[in-house]
């Protein structure tokens, strides 16, 4: 079975470096630039183009990846569904988030501030990935400001309201990005960071 790995906003295929997951064949999306104002479920339509529905598969989707992968579940009918340091629907997403969605706050804010920001507020926010900064900060550069623009409106203005009771949740309890007390996991890391599937990464195993 293939199983399809989708990163979150500031990420790309090297944030699996540390899983080793063996017997299946490992494929890695590739996250595109959306459309001005593209909504999730039309930018997982996209993302599905991908995807080999010919043959059994599996998504494991981090944070903004594991957003898309809930949208998927409709699109493609996976064989099953892993979200890791990510939110099933609108309702696990924080107020601030939703609040800037509905005011439209996010669009006074241009994309290279969100990238630098991320670069300097990662391992500061997220503490346990400090000393992975430059392996994260390598990731985020390798983003077009443009992207980070259109990715954030497209999270603050997610609308998914119900999610399929199959999806399998893995959360950390210290993510300060998707906070845990927003959350229903099936399975916990003490301390898991909203980095952990990198810096975990045995655990997460």
């Not at 999270?155 to 998914?160: A, E, G, K, P």
Request: hydrophobic share 40%; charged share 25%; aromatic share 10%.
């Amino acid at each position: 079975m293939t199983i399809y790995f989708l990163p979150g906003l500031g990420a790309d295929h090297r944030l699996f470096d540390g899983l080793t997951i063996k017997d299946h064949k490992l494929a890695y999306i590739t996250l595109p630039v959306p459309i001005p104002d593209q909504t999730m479920a039309s930018y997982a339509k996209e993302v599905a183009k991908q995807i080999d529905t010919s043959e059994e598969f599996m998504l494991i989707g981090v944070s903004l990846g594991g957003m898309i992968a809930c949208e998927l579940t409709e699109i493609c009918k996976p064989h099953k569904v892993v979200l890791i340091s990510s939110a099933r629907s609108f309702r696990e997403v924080p107020a601030l988030y939703r609040f800037q969605g509905k005011t439209k706050i996010n669009r006074l804010i241009p994309g290279w501030l969100l990238k630098y920001a991320a670069v300097l507020l990662q391992g500061i926010f997220e503490t346990d990935s400090w000393k992975y900064r430059k392996h994260f900060r390598k990731m985020i550069l390798a983003k077009p400001s443009v992207y980070f623009k259109r990715t954030v409106n497209m999270i603050v203005n997610w609308d998914r309201n119900e999610s399929d009771p199959n999806i399998i949740h893995i959360h950390g309890s210290g993510d300060r990005t998707l906070p845990f007390k927003l959350v229903k996991p099936h399975h916990v890391i003490e301390r898991g960071s909203h980095m952990m599937v990198y810096t975990r990464a045995r655990e997460v195993n």
